[in-house]
């Protein structure tokens, strides 16, 4: 009924006009149909507008959108068109049936082709048809086919059911420059002013490069079929169609790195061939994860020898500033030091005093006069013993004076220590040990 319908308003030619005659213009303009650049114009645009007033233009994009699996149903207009440039043509052959010659041509927009079987009366009046013009097909009928790779559809003119226009020369019709394994030249067309090779040999370069470094990195591809070891590769058209272009098949990919068919068996159920072979060997050991093991395991003794060469500085660097430039020295060494400089006087000086003087700093004076001249001494000997650690080359000279000095001082000690007696009588004589008294610690003064 809607066929019927559809049919009933359908015309099977262009209205050119009366007059009409064919140009040949040089231009450098884009077809506004095609929507590619042509070189040269045949009909004029104004012409053309009235030929196709009230039917739906399709490019070959809009054809691939339109006509879909499962059903590959004809657009349901009464009048159509469809723009392409002519991008091959085949020689001519004789029908099945020997009873008509046809042709085939491919109508592209330099990303997808659709092939227009031309035929019957058609092919009569079409056969001249040139490679790289842009034409215009007036309601192609939709043929549906079916192999054992899928359905698929071409579009077909034949009798006196279609019309073919031509418009003009397409200005950047070229063919891919690739060299096939076979040797002959890819012939897949391509727009000129974009490039010189054809998306297919442009993503197997990438392909190629890209499996070569992840070869490098020892990693497989994504999940592509294998065939004998050998990758393949499928070029799809839009919209998942199978049609032209040998689209939608599995092809051999001869750029693709070939790989060991017992390897790739186990990807069937594994993500990767060194997965299936851990899985059933267990003294199986991945290359791949040693490889990450070792790297891993030099990382962390990077690490920590890093942190020890950094334990190191920080200590160089706390000891610098503590010490105020000296040089630098050992923990054990640096508390010895820490200890001598707690204690007001040292051993050696001790033994010489025969007594500690400090420990009277911190006992209650019974006597002003002896604590003051306490007090005297102590300030004395301090600044003794202060000079004797700063001068640790001691001259003759030197050595001469402090041995005098140290002869004053014990006599001086003697008179003090028989006028302390008289002070403080019941008070035990201390007898002539050397001791060390810490001055910063408190809880030893206690004990003693
Ligand atoms: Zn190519």
């Not at 063919?175 to 727009?191: E, F, L, N, Q």
């Not at 010490?323 to 006087?345: D, M």
């Not at 220590?417 to 035990?428: A, C, E």
Request: aromatic letters at 10%; glycine letters at 6%; a positive charge.
């Amino acid at each position: 009924m809607q066929q019927e319908k559809l049919m009933a308003s359908r015309v099977y030619t262009f209205d050119l006009g009366d007059d009409f005659k064919p140009l040949d213009e040089t231009v450098d303009e884009k077809d506004f149909y095609s929507g590619k650049y042509l070189s040269k114009r045949y009909i004029s645009k104004e012409v053309l507008e009235k030929a196709f007033q009230g039917m739906k233009l399709m490019r070959v994009e809009h054809v691939f959108a339109k006509i879909t699996p499962p059903e590959f149903q004809a657009p349901q207009y009464s009048n159509y068109v469809v723009f392409g440039i002519i991008v091959t043509k085949s020689e001519t052959k004789n029908t099945s049936d020997n009873r008509s010659k046809f042709l085939k041509i491919q109508l592209s927009n330099f990303k997808q082709q659709v092939t227009v079987t031309i035929l019957g009366t058609a092919f009569d009046k079409y056969w001249k048809l040139r490679v790289g013009d842009v034409v215009a097909i007036l309601n192609p009928s939709v043929y549906v086919y079916q192999t054992e790779k899928g359905k698929g559809f071409t579009l077909s003119l034949k009798n006196s059911e279609g019309f073919i226009l031509e418009i003009g020369r397409s200005k950047h019709f070229g063919k891919c420059k690739s060299i096939k394994k076979d040797g002959s030249v890819c012939d897949t067309p391509v727009d000129t002013s974009k490039t010189e090779y054809c998306d297919y040999h442009v993503e197997m370069h990438v392909n190629k490069t890209a499996s070569k470094r992840l070869e490098l990195s020892g990693s497989f591809r994504m999940f592509s079929p294998t065939e004998d070891g050998t990758k393949q590769a499928m070029y799809m058209n839009k919209k998942g169609s199978v049609s032209g272009g040998g689209g939608g098949q599995l092809v051999t990919d001869d750029f693709a790195p070939k790989y060991d068919r017992k390897a790739e068996m186990g990807r069937l159920y594994f993500s990767n061939p060194d997965a299936s072979r851990a899985f059933f060997d267990k003294d199986y050991s991945n290359p791949n994860i040693m490889q990450e093991r070792k790297i891993r395991k030099e990382k962390t003794d990077r690490i920590a020898k890093e942190r020890k060469l950094r334990e190191k500085l920080i200590n160089l660097t706390n000891s610098t500033v503590l010490k105020n430039n000296e040089y630098v020295e050992s923990q054990e060494l640096k508390e010895t030091k820490q200890k001598i400089t707690n204690v007001a006087f040292g051993a050696k000086i001790m033994n010489k005093i025969g007594f500690d003087p400090t420990r009277r700093m911190f006992e209650k004076p019974n006597n002003d006069e002896g604590t003051i001249k306490s007090i005297a001494l102590i300030n004395e000997l301090k600044k003794e013993s202060l000079k004797k650690e700063m001068n640790l080359k001691a001259s003759v000279e030197e050595t001469l004076e402090k041995k005098r000095k140290w002869a004053t001082n014990e006599k001086n000690l003697k008179l003090y220590r028989q006028g302390d007696s008289i002070t403080k009588k019941s008070k035990p004589k201390l007898k002539p040990k050397p001791k060390m008294v810490e001055l910063s610690s408190s809880d030893d003064d206690d004990s003693e």
